[in-house]
């Protein structure tokens, strides 16, 4: 579905290429057009106030420059909802990941897993919650920035160039090869954050297969016009911008923005799930560190689990020997542990330690 | 003439005087003791922090601002140049070498020399300046940053990956140990002669802990002779 201009200058999508998407919009120039400098701002009281104006001015200027001059291509080639998608897609590994370490900020590790009858209801409930919070960052400042990084790279072309990719993107093979990446890239990014689906998946690749049918069965000229665009000098340019450049940049903004989700709105993400799922393990004030192994000659193998941002970081290893200075003080708080166990290890606030959670 | 030179001359006195006005607020040691758990000075007394704003015409911000902890501002000392010099001190006889490399932490080259922060199982608190003395407490937990003193307790430092900690209250969880770089003492264990009391001599001056519930508490009676 074609973009809309509201009477503000937004720019609106109801469907993402043919209502898979409940809402995703993006706002245009006209949210930019919001923070320009007020005119009485420039009878600046101090020098300094003047400069940081001006700054402020030249940023904006400069934004709705590239916007102005990145406007026909990307709204002919629907840019700003494939860039949504192939950064939906660049973090589909961060979100699992997410997943699984925000569950375990829920509810300490060791006390439950991907083996927990509950884990998987409460994984399906946190992503619903960061889905739908995410949903409301693409509606603000994530979408600004999606917008930022389109005009910015798009309208890299030569005036001509950008012709000649609006007038393959306008043409009859043009947009229902357009239709079909479209589709393509919806189907790979199903379930992902940043857009909640209104389809069933099968109906996503459905739909996705009927635009492989309409590109494949396109008139000769229509396919020869498809080939040759994309062999072009012009298209060879825009797929990398698309894919090596766009996909990267929003990738990396959204990876970023889930975390910031997180760390914003967790607690109430938290209170969420456990609505959800009220018999997932209760929470915890103890911090969960690690595993101890008691070795058969006593030695302890101490493993302390470093995550940092929702993200495994790295594992300290350390071994202490039984005449060792620390070593009564780690095994006092093993309660029980003898030659050839190996304890979870938590830590309370008061810094005491123990194996329960 | 005259009268034009005379406007002159009073408005130069003027800008010079508000100049020197403001040039010596700016520049004196204002006292951010406050509320702070500040730690003993070797006196006797405890130290007091004081901050000051001076001009730097390079700086991105027009100033640059100094910290300095002791009994005034101007014959302190800057904290983070003491925590440094106390790290450093472990550094040069092995001791954080012994810790492993901090995850995540990359280097950092400090104008002299590249350093690797260090994840050490231990907080670090400075509980006497003047001779130094830092209190070290075991916990695992300070290998991944959990728990710690409230930041405006803290001391940052790039040789480890957690910010030193100074006062007198110390949670009363780990075995203690303490060093101090002015008397060349490594890491030792806090001498206790009960579970719940403990002393540490270092240039005839005594530190003594007590144990008051889930806390210590630092004292400095006097000589210790």
Redesign the interface.
Known sequence: MNPKTNAHGWRWWYGCGGDLCRSVFIRGSARLSRVQPRPESFGARSRRASVALALLFATVVRADYLGERAAPLVEASHAEIRAVYLGRWMARRRWDEILDEALYAIAPKGRWGPEHPAWPAARVALADALRQASVEKLRGETGTWIRHVVDEHYSSLEPAESAQAVAFYESPGGRVFRDFREHVLAEASYGLPFVIETESHAAVTQAMEAARERLLNLPDEQTQAVYDFNHSKVGDLLLGIENNIVADVIGNIMRSELEGILNEHGSEIARTVRAAVPDMPPPSDKAYLGTVTMRPDRFLDVAIEYHEGYRWAGTYRLTYAPGDAHWQEVVDGLAGIGPGDTRFLYRDPAGRLSTTP | MRRALYAGLAAGVVAVGAWALIGARVMAWNDATGELDMPWLGNGARARLFTKQSTCLMCPTGYTYHRSWGRSGRSGQEPYDMVDGALRFLQQRGVLDGW?EA??EGTVYDGRETITPR?A?YRFTVVMIEPTVIVM?????A??K??GAEADQTIGTPRLNQAVEFGTRL?A???L?WFSPDTAQLPA?VPLSTPEHGEIVVKNLRLVLDRHG?EWTVARPGPAN
């Open positions: 492993p995850i995540a994840a199982p407490r075991f916990d695992l937990g290998l991944i959990v728990g949670p969880s780990g075995t140990l264990p889930d």
